[in-house]
């Protein structure tokens, strides 16, 4: 059987996911060069499964591009960005542990990758980079929490501690706490002409983390 994927574009980049494995996607500015990166991308998130205890069930070749989509301005310059036909199903109980486990696994990259740096370096201002390292971190909780917000399951952002290492804990307990609130939200809704369901903020989640983590890898050898 043939594996989905679904590509689209942000911010000036082709983002090509496989539906079927979540968290699992390539990028290049490139629309035929993010899908033709796909299957080097589906051996490689088969390995990162396996490093942490995951058992994933591998899609079968060939790939089937089931959707191309383009991000267009809304009001004010809000990038729309997609919604797949596979954002639309429910989540159910046994996809919300799976996604918790593969929360768990990004999550555990993203702190390794940071893992003993101290204060001067998580805020050292890079040059041609928008945020320094602790900056990027804050931007990974604050992006999972505005998920969050898209089908109103978020807290107020006043209780946000400043601290990245703290924030980024206090949104993953809240989102952890919400797995079942997910289960039960079955509709979607737009909002600034995005729509979103809880399927789709999950794939965001983990995508995004997954995302910066590489990110936050290749600024490194720039602070230390």
Not at 13 to 36: A, K
Request: include cysteine; hydrophobic fraction near 40%.
């Amino acid at each position: 059987m043939a594996y989905l994927v679904c590509a689209e574009e942000m911010d000036r980049q082709w983002i090509t996911h496989v539906p079927d494995l979540p968290g699992c996607f390539s990028t290049n500015p490139d629309r035929e060069r993010s899908i033709s990166a796909v299957p080097r991308a589906v051996e490689a998130y088969l390995e990162w499964c396996t490093q942490h205890g995951l058992r994933v069930p591998p899609p079968a070749p060939p790939l089937v591009v089931g959707e191309v989509i383009r991000s267009w301005i809304y009001e004010e310059d809000y990038e729309v960005n997609a919604f797949f036909a596979s954002d639309r199903p429910a989540v159910d109980a046994g996809e919300a542990a799976e996604f918790e486990r593969l929360l768990a696994a990004t999550r555990a990259d993203l702190l390794e990758e940071v893992k003993g740096l101290d204060a001067s370096q998580l805020d050292k201002q890079l040059t041609g980079e928008r945020w320094p390292i602790g900056g990027v971190l804050r931007h990974v909780a604050n992006a999972e929490l505005w998920y969050l917000d898209r089908i109103g399951l978020a807290f107020p952002k006043s209780e946000f501690p400043d601290d990245p290492f703290a924030r980024l804990d206090r949104v993953r307990q809240h989102l952890l706490s919400q797995m079942h609130e997910l289960t039960r939200r079955s509709g979607v809704i737009t909002l600034s002409g995005e729509t979103w369901s809880a399927r789709k903020v999950v794939r965001r989640t983990l995508w995004h983390e997954r995302d910066h983590t590489l990110h936050i890898r290749k600024l490194l050898a720039r602070v230390r």
